[in-house]
């Protein structure tokens, strides 16, 4: 099934039209409506006439995550507060969080995208969506919440936490869908365990999983902990929350939904486009968003896009799995470290376990990175020979991967903290 065959399925040229359009506007709507962007665009002697092609986008100003945190609280809102619908904010740890913003119609937008998500995942109104995403500011449990009811699911709206209730209403209810992070899915399977209830019995046929970073080995774990087929979503508040970008079940990239979220992957370093199929930063404008629209958006999240038409007959683009953020990638002794390439590198062991914390500290001014991870329970107690072993192993994997020494910490099962919501994967002790 394909939610809006129209725009999943339309000619690229003519897509590239419609974007066009959006986007002259979007920018005639911002100079009338943003003091932010209108002060960008006198300086740079902007309106919507200058924009003649796709390629002028170039010419509009990117936007940081910054901006939005110095315009706190309401300073981006291009629409009266009377018209603002709903209002969530980051949790941010340091300085002020980011605000974002809805108007009706951009409730219906999001309604809409997370309906075309869990369709591509291959859910339907027969589904029972049980949706553990976090409910309250973190966008993950109300995207997905609106997306479930447009499509005509019956959504449990469970949030996150309470994985005992969580698994006994899962198996009572028979949950067909479930919707959480990569990492408290996998813990959900353990503590199913613990309670004697087999996942892999479960009548879960469908998850969709996101708001942190997994690997392909992670899915392998998940869907063989599960017995369902394990698929990616993305999205991040600035731009709505879930919905921006979903994968099929080709498992070959996320759809992204650039007739409303329009891409460019960019040279981080020098804000020039990548080629079609390198890695580069997610940089995505908001083409019809009406209480805080964005101008070229700078994600930090880097991945790769191709415009190839898939198999599964969408024609819209796919960015690949985020690869890693511009901001947490750990340079350790110079040398860039993405967790992910470590979470690989892992999976790919016999007797890891995918649960693993990364710490990094400076010792005598030497930046230092302990990997953690945790053994399967039977090798935890096997000789101390054998562990040592499995020790050098991944020791050996890691560095090759890396070009850079790491120290390995074998730990036993179930010591390393689980998460409810996004997996906290590293630790670094160098700053303050
Ligand atoms: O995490 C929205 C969301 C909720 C997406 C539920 C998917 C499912 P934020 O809290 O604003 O929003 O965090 C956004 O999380 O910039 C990425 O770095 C990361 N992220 C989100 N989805 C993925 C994913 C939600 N599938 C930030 N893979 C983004 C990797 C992801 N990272």
Redesign the pocket.
Known sequence: MIWNQEIECMDPRELGKLQLVRLQKLVDYLGERSSFYRGKFTAGKISGDAIKNLSDLKKLPFTRKTDLRDSYPFGMFCVDLKDVREIHA?SGTTGNPTVVAYTGNDIKLWSEVMARCLTIAGAGPEDIVQNA?GYGL???GL??HYGALELGAAVVPMSSGGTKRQLKLMHDFRTTVITCTPSYSLFMAEEAREMGIDPLKSPIRIGVL?????TEGLRREIEAAWNMTAL???????II??GVAQECPEKNGLHIFSDVFLPEVIDPATGEDCPEGDDGELVITTLTKEAIPLLRYR???IVSITYQTCECGRTLPRIS??KG?TDDMLIIRGINVFPSQIEAVLLEVEGAQPHYQLVVERVKGLDTLEVQVEVDENVFSDEIRRLQDLRHRIKKEIESVLSLVVEVKLVEPKTIERSMGKAKRVIDRRRG
Request: aromatic share 14%; charged share 20%; glycine share 22%.
């Open positions: 980051s995403y973190f966008t993950g995207g997905v996101g708001a942190e970073p997994w990616d979503i993305y999205g991040l508040s600035e929350g879930p994600t930090g999240d799995k985020v953020r």
